[in-house]
């Protein structure tokens, strides 16, 4: 059986702008995505600054921003990500993609063994500070076809673009992969769990693709739904949390029992239920908590910081969800970067392909997924991100 290594690479990032009224009800600030796919090209091409793909990423005319002293009394509620509900924007419509049926892209996907590159830019897509980006190895993009984007807004009035979903939708060979990111409700009082819950069957019944052959030729035609995918990754700040007080959770944590912490998981309490995500699948969790850390430090915020700030429980808000036949986790690890409240985590998958006439990529296809851009295979990224830091905060403040 021969192994295509890192023959799909996905990243996804939460709040790539800060969540303040500007960003939020104003024009999409699309500088620090930018900035993302271009380290991700680096790491992906060993280091060398290349061009990321990006010439179809059309910047649209800057509509004048709301004025803040209008939305001053948001601004508290967002920064905090406010727990009965956020204030979020429409989902925008910047989308990078770069696929073996769009001529505009032709140029930037004809990728020759000779020019070094070893990864496309498959499709890219921002929805406020929402971000998931697909790559695919270059001599395997002529066969991604039917490739789309679909967007779901769960902010205020259950519409806007800060909570929700990016889902991206594309074939190998027969084979139908649908990427699905999100960010849902926040909150860890008792009821929360079940506004996430809605979220998921929102997100499942407005995600809508639009139907496309397979192949060219072929009469098979694509999925219109997340469902109706042959494989299915979710992942993202899933905002679940613990059903326990901070003092059991403390003493807990203290002692690494993460199998007893787990067993106060809401994910799996409502899994186990049958109230969200049934017939999917998690890997086991061998590490800490990824949520919520002080800033540029391995210490959880449990204590609130000042006055009238809120008592933060530790749970495992990033996760990592497939389903689908052929589909095997070999691993699934969380990142120690300091300079975000999450920890990221990472995970690498191998995928069966169905039906394909190409032995090789038939064998398996091996995916790589990422929150928060950690590369758990290179220290490249890891490197660049840290460096990069003071300069994305800056360009999306």
Same mark, same amino acid.
């Given at each position: 059986?021969?192994?295509?290594?890192?023959?799909?690479?996905?990243?996804?990032?939460?709040?790539?702008?800060?969540?303040?009224?500007?960003?939020?009800?104003?024009?999409?600030?699309?500088?620090?995505?930018?900035?993302?796919?271009?380290?991700?090209?680096?790491?992906?091409?060993?280091?060398?600054?290349?061009?990321?793909?990006?010439?179809?990423?059309?910047?649209?005319?800057?509509?004048?921003?709301?004025?803040?002293?209008?939305?001053?009394?948001?601004?508290?509620?967002?920064?905090?990500?406010?727990?009965?509900?956020?204030?979020?924007?429409?989902?925008?419509?910047?989308?990078?993609?770069?696929?073996?049926?769009?001529?505009?892209?032709?140029?930037?996907?004809?990728?020759?063994?000779?020019?070094?590159?070893?990864?496309?830019?498959?499709?890219?897509?921002?929805?406020?500070?929402?971000?998931?980006?697909?790559?695919?190895?270059?001599?395997?993009?002529?066969?991604?076809?039917?490739?789309?984007?679909?967007?779901?807004?769960?902010?205020?009035?259950?519409?806007?673009?800060?909570?929700?979903?990016?889902?991206?939708?594309?074939?190998?060979?027969?084979?139908?992969?649908?990427?699905?990111?999100?960010?849902?409700?926040?909150?860890?009082?008792?009821?929360?769990?079940?506004?996430?819950?809605?979220?998921?069957?929102?997100?499942?019944?407005?995600?809508?693709?639009?139907?496309?052959?397979?192949?060219?030729?072929? /009469? $098979? *035609?694509?999925?219109?739904?997340?469902?109706?995918?042959? +494989?299915?990754?979710?992942?993202?700040? %899933? @905002?679940?949390?613990?059903?326990?007080?901070?003092?059991?959770?403390?003493?807990?944590?203290?002692?690494?029992?993460?199998?007893?912490?787990?067993?106060?998981?809401?994910?799996?309490?409502?899994?186990?239920?049958?109230?969200?995500?049934?017939?999917?699948?998690?890997?086991?969790?061998?590490?800490?908590?990824?949520?919520?850390?002080?800033?540029?430090?391995?210490?959880?915020?449990?204590?609130?910081?000042?006055?009238?700030?809120?008592?933060?429980?530790?749970?495992?808000?990033?996760?990592?969800?497939?389903?689908?036949?052929?589909?095997?986790?070999?691993?699934?690890?969380?990142?120690?970067?300091?300079?975000?409240?999450?920890?990221?985590?990472?995970?690498?998958?191998?995928?069966?392909?169905?039906?394909?006439?190409?032995?090789?990529? /038939? $064998? *398996?296809?091996?995916?790589?997924?990422?929150?928060?851009? +950690?590369?758990?295979?290179?220290?490249? %990224? @890891?490197?660049?991100?840290?460096?990069?830091?003071?300069?994305?905060?800056?360009?999306?403040?």
């Amino acid at each position: 059986m021969h192994f295509l290594v890192l023959s799909f690479g996905m990243d996804r990032f939460q709040e790539i702008v800060p969540l303040n009224a500007g960003n939020v009800l104003g024009a999409e600030d699309r500088g620090p995505a930018l900035q993302w796919l271009s380290l991700i090209r680096q790491a992906l091409d060993n280091n060398k600054k290349r061009p990321f793909l990006a010439h179809n990423y059309t910047n649209a005319t800057q509509k004048p921003r709301i004025s803040f002293s209008d939305l001053l009394s948001m601004e508290d509620r967002m920064d905090e990500g406010e727990e009965d509900g956020e204030v979020d924007r429409k989902t925008s419509d910047n989308v990078v993609s770069c696929s073996s049926g769009d001529e505009d892209s032709s140029e930037a996907c004809s990728l020759g063994s000779g020019c070094g590159v070893r990864y496309c830019l498959a499709a890219g897509k921002q929805m406020v500070g929402i971000f998931l980006c697909v790559w695919v190895r270059a001599d395997l993009m002529q066969q991604v076809t039917s490739l789309e984007v679909s967007c779901v807004g769960r902010g205020i009035m259950g519409y806007m673009g800060n909570k929700g979903s990016i889902s991206i939708s594309m074939t190998l060979c027969h084979t139908t992969f649908c990427f699905v990111c999100t960010h849902l409700t926040s909150g860890e009082k008792d009821g929360d769990e079940a506004r996430r819950n809605l979220d998921v069957m929102e997100i499942l019944r407005r995600t809508r693709f639009p139907p496309s052959h397979r192949l060219s030729g072929s /009469a $098979a *035609v694509s999925p219109a739904t997340i469902l109706g995918h042959d +494989k299915i990754l979710w992942l993202g700040d %899933l @905002n679940y949390r613990l059903a326990a007080g901070c003092g059991d959770t403390d003493e807990l944590l203290h002692k690494n029992d993460w199998p007893a912490l787990l067993e106060k998981d809401q994910l799996h309490i409502e899994q186990r239920a049958g109230r969200v995500f049934t017939e999917w699948q998690e890997g086991r969790i061998c590490f800490p908590p990824t949520y919520k850390y002080l800033h540029n430090s391995d210490r959880y915020a449990v204590k609130p910081a000042k006055f009238g700030d809120k008592r933060r429980t530790p749970a495992w808000c990033d996760r990592i969800l497939w389903r689908g036949k052929g589909m095997k986790q070999t691993w699934y690890i969380r990142g120690e970067l300091r300079f975000s409240d999450h920890r990221p985590v990472c995970s690498l998958f191998s995928v069966q392909l169905d039906n394909c006439e190409d032995e090789e990529a /038939a $064998a *398996v296809i091996q995916i790589v997924l990422k929150l928060d851009g +950690k590369d758990c295979v290179t220290d490249f %990224l @890891n490197g660049m991100m840290k460096k990069s830091r003071n300069s994305i905060t800056k360009h999306g403040s």
